[in-house]
């Protein structure tokens, strides 16, 4: 069974940062691109950083490009994200998930394994 265990959230002012991660059970991180996306309560869910597994290749969304750094450990099949300069803006659930294929995108319908999510709240 695939598990993905997502931590790390909390509550930061303006300014501030915080890293995420993301553990993987039942899979390996060589294998599949690993994303982070987030929501807000109703609106939709916007895709912020991708790693790819087998050759470490990232990408951001422009709202996050120069702020966040995605990385991952696949030893311990474990994927961070660096979030810096937080945003009142950048206040969401932050959901990690796993794309079998490693398309390379942040679409979220390409990507099957997905954790639980953890709030992310920045105050102005």
């Known amino acids: 069974e695939v598990q993905l265990q997502a931590c790390g959230g909390g509550v930061v002012q303006a300014g501030g940062s915080l890293r995420l991660s993301c553990a993987a059970t039942?899979?390996?991180?060589?294998?599949?691109?690993i994303g982070w996306f987030r929501q807000v309560p109703g609106k939709e869910r916007e895709g912020v950083a991708y790693?790819?597994?087998?050759?470490?290749?990232?990408k951001y969304s422009g709202s996050v490009k120069g702020r966040f750094t995605i990385s991952s450990d696949n030893a311990k099949n474990t994927a961070y994200l660096q979030m810096n300069s937080l945003k009142p803006e950048d206040t969401a659930v932050y959901y990690c998930a796993a794309d079998p294929l490693d398309s390379g995108r942040l679409w979220d319908v390409e990507y099957v394994y997905w954790g639980q999510g953890t709030q992310v709240t920045v105050s102005s």
């Open positions: 790693i790819s597994g087998p050759d470490g290749d990232t």
């Open positions: 039942g899979l390996d991180f060589e294998d599949y691109g």
